[in-house]
Each structure stands twice: as C-alpha cells, then as structure tokens.
C-alpha cells in the first residue's frame, strides 16, 4: 500500500479519535506495606486521563512512582485506592474472563530489553507466546506467518524468527520486544522507558518505529521517561511527577513553553539548549537535596523541601490538584492567590 495514504489514513484516524477517552485513572494510589507499620506511598493519587490515538507522557525523576503507575494501570499491581477506566470499563473489578480480554488490548513494553526477553528461547517462541496464551491462531502456520508479518513491522526479518536475543544489539532486541507487545492487537501500549537502556545512536530509530507503528495503527501510548527532552519528541501532553504524585500536566508544547510548577522549571532548566549565546545566558535551577522517601514524605506539598519558592504554607496545606488554565494541571499553591498574601506569583512562569 502507498505509504503517504497509510500515513494519511492514520493522521485523519488520530483527528477523530483525539478527544475520544481511551483511559481514565482517577486518585489512583498504590502503597506497600513493608513492615509492621512501614507504608511506602508509591503513588499517592494520581488522576489523568488519556485520549485514542495520543501519547502521554510521564516523566519525573527515579523513584517517583512512574513504573509502578504504569503497572498499576495494567493490572500488573493491585491499586491501593482509585480507578481506572478503560473504554468505559473499571478494570480492577472485571470479571476473569473481561479481565483475559482486557489484557489483549493493553499490553507493557520494558526499560530493559535484555533483562525483559528469556534468553532460553527464540524469537519466534517469544513473539508467539502470548498468541498461544490467548489462543490466537492456533494454526502452527498462521501463527508462524503472523510473527513474519510482526517482525516486518517493527524492522526485523523472518531469518531472525530462530535465533535467540543474546545474538541481538540493545535496538533489535527492544524491536523484539515490540513485536511481542504487538502480538495481540491491543490498542493502548504502556512503554516504560523504552530507550533508556539503549545507546544514544540507537533511541531516536527506536522513538520513530514507535511513532510509525502508532500510525500505521492507531495505538495509543503512555510513554514513560525520567527526561524531559525524550518525552517531548513523542508526546501529546505531559505529566510531571514528583513522589507519587503529579504536579503538572499539559500540551507538550505549552509544558516547554510555561512551565509553571517549580519541579518542573527546574527540569526543563537542566535541558541543555543547542544555541550557544542562549545557553551561556539562561539560569539553571539547581534542586537542593535527595527526593524524600516515599515512606516518610514531607507534610503539605510533597516538593516543599526542595522548592525554592516555598511559603509557610506549603509545609501545612496540600495543594489542589486543579485546572488552572484550559487544558492545564497544576498542584501548586503560588497560583493561588488566597494562598500567597500580598504577593502576586502568577508570573513566576518562565517563558522558554
Ligand atoms: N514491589 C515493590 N515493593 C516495595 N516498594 C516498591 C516496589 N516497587 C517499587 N517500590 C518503591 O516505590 C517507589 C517508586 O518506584 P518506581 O519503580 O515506581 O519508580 P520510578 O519512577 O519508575 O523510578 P525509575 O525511574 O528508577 O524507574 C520507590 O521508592 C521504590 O523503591
Ligand atoms: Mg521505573
């Protein structure tokens, strides 16, 4: 098929399932009890939702509860409290046989994909075995046909079906991994730092497979990174999270351009800037201190002890998690106006 039609077919597929809910996560926490009275607080309410045909993204720093987000959405953990509604349907209250179903239509790629494929069996086993555990095309053939055409999509061949993921580099075996994640179908795809393990050289041809597969078709991504400058090159909105929770989250290119969460200025400030004069020029925020544990997570706003536009009452009040501008998500008591006294925050904003 001509390539511009497909890709034209898929941009106008994307248009008309922009605004469509495909995933709605509301308060969701998931905590583990590690012992007698210790509670780590991994996520601690989160909500956002997630259009058909988009990529959100979620970003923050290590350990701030993304990939247990991420697991939590698909049903690999259990939530502590909250929702998630997939399609309209609540999926931690399926039925087992909704529930075998559900798992067809989300599947999980892996941050490391040496670590995420058994080394004791082909390609053509691993791209295959969620096929059988589903028991699509129980014709030996057919489904050997299938892995041909998913090793085609994502930039492989059928010579590669019999070997093993040892004879492979990092960005093929993370194409393997992709294939079988594309086995059955499914139409929302949770990639959890998917090219972080992967040299430099490497990230950008595995983004564009990733980009032309959602295309060709119509998938819907929650990409997951801890850098801020990976996420931008492939998401519609952003979410940035800070211990367990989320403080801001907007259109990709609002989010670079008014960053208004301190977290996250002092994110997009750490991104280098390819012009020289402007690089020489703009300030960087340097965050003081480690990441609190989650078990012991500061009182009010969890980024007080490190945000240096603290007030008195961000170590005693949580902030609201609410909808500043349109489309624009904000947990943060500088914009609110009742909060700050006789100063006036709202310009604190940096423009990029
Ligand atoms: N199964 C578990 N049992 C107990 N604690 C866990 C478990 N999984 C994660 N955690 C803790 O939950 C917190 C969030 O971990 P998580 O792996 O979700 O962070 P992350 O944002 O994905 O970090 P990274 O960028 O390093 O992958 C961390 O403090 C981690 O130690
Ligand atoms: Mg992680």
Redesign the pocket.
């Known amino acids: 098929m001509n390539e511009n039609f497909v890709q034209q077919g898929a941009i106008g597929l994307r248009r008309r399932h922009r605004m469509v809910k495909l995933l709605q996560v509301n308060n969701l926490k998931k905590h583990?009890h590690?012992g007698k009275n210790e509670i780590?607080k991994?996520v601690d309410g989160v909500s956002f939702h997630i259009n058909k045909g988009e990529t959100f993204g979620i970003v923050?720093?290590?350990?701030?509860?993304?990939?247990?987000?991420g697991r939590t959405i698909i049903g690999l953990y259990d939530q502590t409290e909250g929702e998630v509604i997939f399609n309209g349907k609540n999926i931690h209250t399926l039925k087992s046989k909704e529930r075998h179903n559900f798992h067809r239509q989300m599947q999980m790629i892996f941050?490391d994909p040496y670590a995420s494929l058994n080394p004791r069996s082909t390609v053509r086993e691993i791209i295959s075995e969620p096929m059988e555990v589903h028991g699509l095309y129980p014709n030996k053939q057919d489904r050997l046909k299938r892995v041909y055409q998913l090793l085609e999509d994502v930039g492989l061949n059928r010579n590669h079906a019999d070997r093993y993921p040892h004879e492979f580099s990092g960005g093929q075996r993370q194409r393997i991994g992709i294939a079988r994640a594309l086995a059955l179908d499914p139409e929302f795809i949770i990639a959890d730092?998917p090219i972080s393990a992967l040299d430099v050289s490497v990230q950008a041809q595995v983004v564009n497979l990733l980009k032309r597969l959602q295309k060709e078709k119509g998938l819907t991504y929650l990409f997951?990174a801890?850098d801020l400058s990976m996420v931008k090159q492939i998401s519609d909105r952003i979410g940035v999270?800070y211990l367990g929770h989320l403080v801001e989250l907007t259109d990709s290119s609002e989010l670079y351009k008014k960053p208004m969460h301190p977290y996250t200025q002092a994110l997009l400030s750490a991104i280098p800037i390819p012009d020289p004069d402007i690089e020489d020029q703009r300030e960087r925020i340097i965050l003081m201190g480690e990441l609190p544990s989650?078990i012991n997570p500061p009182s009010g706003c969890v980024f007080q002890t490190r945000c240096p536009m603290a007030m008195e009452v961000c170590s005693v009040e949580k902030p609201n998690w609410k909808e500043v501008e349109v489309n624009h998500f904000l947990a943060c008591h500088l914009y609110d106006k009742n909060k700050t006294g006789d100063h006036d925050y709202s310009q604190v904003a940096v423009t990029r």
Not at 60 to 69: I, L, P, Q, R, V
């Open positions: 583990f590690l780590l991994a923050g720093e290590s350990g701030c509860g993304k990939s247990t987000a941050q730092e997951i801890h999270m989650p």
